[in-house]
């Protein structure tokens, strides 16, 4: 079996298993999969309750990797995400006590409750895959995956995430409400006890690992990257926005395009894997202008806007 047939079939195992909890929620858990085969981060924006926190636990149970979540609050402090060193009254030496950063799959829950310092001390990890404490860098393990999340609706005692910030998430996405038919089932599965509890791992650490790397020979056609590149463009000379997206977006499009591909068991991406990927990727790097919020645009509708109009290469 070739490695993108290898991948597809691995990923489709993780997407299963995590469908044994997350019930009804198909495109969310196909995008969080994509982000990990990406080896990026994601960013869930929603409601409290609808199951941010347990998609990253099943995550973490699929992939039988070590898991942590921190709980973030405004006395947060950098220390206690990164780590710390304590002085040993035995050895009269420091010892470096690791903080909950070192592990595979990392919830940063309510990320916007904490001051924009401690927010900071995750933007190494995210994208360097390490840490500095007390001047002395340390390597994170493989595979990292933040997943980030916010409650869009609660603003008092929140510090909005910094653009900079937000560029480091490969991609923002919600989950929304179940149908009344997904609920049902939902309560139908946690009448004795909770799914979480069931899932099995279905990949090893290294196996991930060797799916992220076949993720990268997905070919992607020249005229695909110039298709990309212009809906980036377009978005920094578009009316209503102040700010477009930056060519990490681009990368995140090319990058995101081969993973879903790959799901699909495709060698190849196609112009539906970026326009399905477009506003996933894009709508967090981009601020309204004023009037445009005035007029209460909205971003998704500004992104099929964008992918209406730049024409689409025949690959």
Known sequence: ????????????????????????????????????????????????????????????????????????????????????????????????????????????????????????SLLEGMEEFQVTVDGDTRQLDRPFFVIATENPIEYRGTYPLPEAQLDRFLMRISLGYPSPEDEVIVLERQVKQHPIYSVKPVVGKDEVLRMQTSVRDVHIDDSLKQYMVEIVAATRNHALLALGASPRASLGLMRTGQARAALLGRDFVLPDDIKALAAPVLCHRLILKPEARLRQSDLVSLVHEILEQVPVPAV
């Open 1 to 120: 079996m070739d490695n993108i047939n290898w991948t597809a079939e691995r990923a489709r195992a993780i997407i299963e298993a995590i469908e044994t909890v997350i019930v009804g929620k198909p495109e969310a858990v196909h995008l969080v999969v994509i982000g990990l085969l990406c080896n990026g981060h994601v960013l869930i924006e929603d409601i409290p309750g609808v199951g941010k926190t347990m998609l990253a636990r099943s995550l973490a149970a699929a992939l039988g990797a070590q898991y942590r979540r921190i709980q973030f609050t405004p006395d947060l402090l950098p220390a206690d995400i990164t780590g710390t060193s304590i002085f040993n009254q035995k050895t009269s030496e420091f010892s470096f006590r690791p903080g909950p950063i070192f592990t595979n799959i990392l919830l940063a829950d309510e990320i916007n409750r904490a001051t924009p310092k401690t927010q900071s």
